[in-house]
Every structure is written in C-alpha cells, then in structure tokens.
C-alpha cells in the first residue's frame, strides 16, 4: 500500500467527489497498479474522511470499473485483460461512428476550427514530452468532439462513463509503446476527414484508428487477470 502515500486530507466541501478525482487519478496513472487490493480502513485513514462518504466514492469507482469488489476478498484496482480491449475497442469504434453519423450534417467552421484548436494543444503537449496525463486529457478531448457536437445525450453519457477505462488504456498504451502519449502526427488524418466531406471515409478511417498500437498494447498484458 505504500503507492498510496501521495493521498492527501481532504475537507469536508464535496468528500465523495474528491476521494474519487484522488483515487481514480492515482489508478489511472498507474501508480496504484492493476490487482492492487484496498481496504477502506487504510484509505479512511489516509484521506481523513469518514467511511460514509469514502464508500460512497467507492461505490462510484465500482461502477466506473475502475475498482473490482470480489465477494469475500475485499476491493482490488481493476485488471485489464486482451478480451476486456477487444471489447472496449469493439464498443468504442461502434460509438464513435454513431457520434460521427449524428454530427455529420452539424459541423461548420467554428466547429472544425475548435477541433483543429484541440489538436494543436495535443500536439504541442505530445511534443513537449513531459505531461502524460495532460496528454491522455487532452487525447480524450479531442475524441470527446463529435460526441458534444452531436447533441445525442444517451450517446454522451455512456462516452462520459467510458472515460475512465479510456484513461487506464491510454496509461497501458504508453506503456507498451514506451512514450508519453500518442505518436505527434497520430490524429492528422482524423482531424482532416472529421472535417472533410466524406463520411465514409471518416468512419473507415476510425476503424484503421481504434486498431492502431492495439495488438502491441495486448501482447503487453497477461494472460490472465491478476484477480
């Protein structure tokens, strides 16, 4: 449990939603690693928070599926297996090419340029070297497009609760590639036919995208779960 030294008391404004920006930072980032058991009575004692709240938060990090809760053996950091990519993968291409469909005939120049906006600071970021997580945001920001300029709200929501799982993937990503963040020209091509005139050249595109670093992002776990 000492990876979870860097957890830091927190007051009493918002209690579950700071346990869970602290912890899911602390899992997505990779240094509380996969299969890593919790207790509440460790995690209780180093937020300084009651445990009303903290199973609150817990409960929240259950459903996300960032934390596991096995029946008689208490609370572990999730695993990720080659099959749970393949389907996250799987359901994200899905998604991602619904987003599309749905904001196909919405996009404009504001629209586009904000997108363009969000790939630069990417870029810029990635270039730099030296901000991961600002880079996994950001990457998750410039996907997050289509889906807010789609206006399909049950589409948005089940994006918003994918982020986590992204997050954790894009950490494994770099990983297994051994950088810090995606490749500097890796969304040039997406962003041209996002804002191009053929759609399905943008929805194969996406295809070619999701898969990319993916078969080397497996061969870099286990074959089986730590738990």
Known sequence: MENLAELKPIDDQTRRGQIVRQ???????GQVPPGERLTE???????????APLREAIRE??????????????LFVR????????????LRTALEQLAFRE????RDTAACDDLKARNAELTRVVTAGTEPRRAIELEL??????????????????????????QFYFMLH??????????????????DCACGDDLDAMLRHLEDHMRQGLETTKGFLPDDPVI
């Open 174 to 191: 770099q990983k297994a590639h051994g950088r810090k963040g995606p490749l500097r020209e890796a969304h040039d091509v997406y962003v």
């Open 41 to 51: 009575t460790d995690l209780a004692s180093r937020l300084g928070v009651s445990r």
């Open 79 to 90: 695993s990720i297996t080659r099959r749970d990519l393949e389907e996250l993968y799987s």
């Open 141 to 166: 920001a410039l996907h997050s497009w289509c889906y807010e300029l789609a206006g399909h709200s049950l589409l948005e929501q089940t994006w918003a609760r994918m982020k986590s799982n992204l």
């Open 103 to 106: 904001c196909w005939e919405l």
């Open 61 to 74: 990090l259950v459903n996300s599926g960032l934390v596991v809760s096995v029946p008689y053996k208490g």
């Open 23 to 29: 912890l899911r930072e602390l899992i997505v980032s």
